[in-house]
């Protein structure tokens, strides 16, 4: 298997498992229905720009274009279909030698959702190229990520995976132009340090936002960069998440949630802003398992098999000066 399959796999294995999460009580008090849906994209870029001995670059991009769908819903359980096209992109110089190599996968999921608590009962897979279903097991009980809980209240702070490990987010509450609409929104925020990043054998820094519509609790977009600088370079990290659609928002509701959550959203935001001006943002990172930037990741493993495929090149090459030595040897001696 070469390499780029073995990214292309992992890459795939990562997104589906929804690589953030949230650490908080949830609730059922969210405004869903049936066959209501949302469209949204992804564009993410990871470039490592080498320094001495590792002089060169090696970049992976990543776009996904992705439509989710409520099969079901009840008052225990929401049942939802999301369906992705994830277009993925490697490429390399210098001592990251890689040709450009691009493939295109699509896959859907359907999920059961425990609605209290906002965490998976079960989700099915399907790769449709090949046809294959799979069952995740590994995913049971971890938090969704399309919603968070309306409930959260400014200045809280919540536990959150974010794309390079265990964050400590602080929130608060804003609004959200949508169609000509302003919408209410739920604000999660990180400014700090990153897990330690596998090939720079170091910490860097991370910006990340997500932005959450206040009464379904649908993510509306996110925002996070992360740099990190060692001895071998330099690599920068951007994620951006964007809802492109949804009908869960009709002029009905926006009137609604309009005159029941104006009055509190002034609370709440006079709120904010003495938060913000009498307290420093202790977003210090609550813990760090092994830092699961997918993109470092693959980048790892493709720089460790073009270092395996140089080492192979060499010895070849060493083999062969040995054998040209060998033999004007013995013929010196003829």
Same mark, same amino acid.
């Given at each position: 298997m070469n390499q780029f399959r073995i990214a292309l796999i992992i890459i795939l294995m990562a997104i589906s498992l929804n690589y953030a999460q949230v650490n908080v009580q949830a609730s059922s008090n969210i405004l869903l229905m049936e066959e209501g849906y949302w469209t949204y994209y992804v564009d993410s870029k990871s470039t490592l720009y080498g320094t001495g001995d590792y002089q060169g670059e090696f970049s992976t991009y990543i776009t996904v274009l992705g439509n989710g769908t409520i099969k079901h819903i009840n008052s225990t359980i929401i049942i939802f279909e999301k369906k992705q096209e994830i277009n993925f992109k490697i490429e390399g110089s210098g001592h990251y030698d890689q040709e450009t190599k691009s493939e295109i996968h699509t896959f859907a999921e359907n999920s059961v959702i425990d609605r209290k608590t906002l965490t998976y009962l079960s989700r099915e897979m399907k790769v449709e190229i090949e046809g294959e279903e799979i069952m995740d097991e590994l995913i049971v009980g971890m938090p969704v990520t399309e919603f968070i809980s309306p409930e959260l209240s400014v200045g809280q702070y919540v536990e959150y995976y974010?794309?390079? %490990?265990?964050?400590?987010?602080?929130?608060?509450? %804003?609004?959200?132009?949508?169609?000509? &609409? &302003?919408?209410q929104t739920i604000v999660l925020r990180y400014s700090g340090p990153t897990g330690q990043d596998p090939w720079l054998e170091t910490n860097g820094t991370a910006q990340h936002t997500f932005i959450f519509e206040k009464n379904t609790?649908?993510?509306?977009?996110?925002? #996070?960069?992360?740099?990190?600088? %060692?001895? &071998?370079?330099?690599?920068?990290?951007?994620?951006?998440?964007?809802?492109?659609?949804? #009908?869960?928002?009709?002029? /009905?509701?926006?009137?609604?949630?309009?005159?029941t959550t104006s009055a509190l959203s002034t609370v709440e935001t006079s709120t904010e802003k003495v938060i913000n001006e009498n307290e420093e943002d202790p977003m210090i990172p609550t813990d760090y398992f092994v830092p699961i930037l997918i993109l470092t990741i693959i980048s790892i493993i493709v720089i460790t098999l073009i270092e395996i495929r140089r080492n192979i090149l060499r010895k070849?090459?060493?083999?062969?000066?040995?054998?040209? /030595?060998?033999?004007?040897?013995?013929?010196?001696?003829?």
């Open positions: 974010s794309i390079d %490990g265990l964050i400590n987010c602080q929130v608060s509450h %804003g609004e959200r132009d949508y169609e000509g &609409k &302003k919408l609790g649908l993510l509306m977009s996110s925002s #996070s960069t992360t740099e990190t600088t %060692g001895i &071998k370079g330099r690599r920068i990290t951007t994620y951006e998440y964007q809802l492109d659609s949804t #009908s869960f928002w009709t002029s /009905e509701e926006l009137s609604q949630q309009f005159s070849n090459h060493t083999s062969q000066d040995d054998i040209s /030595e060998s033999k004007n040897l013995e013929q010196s001696e003829i």
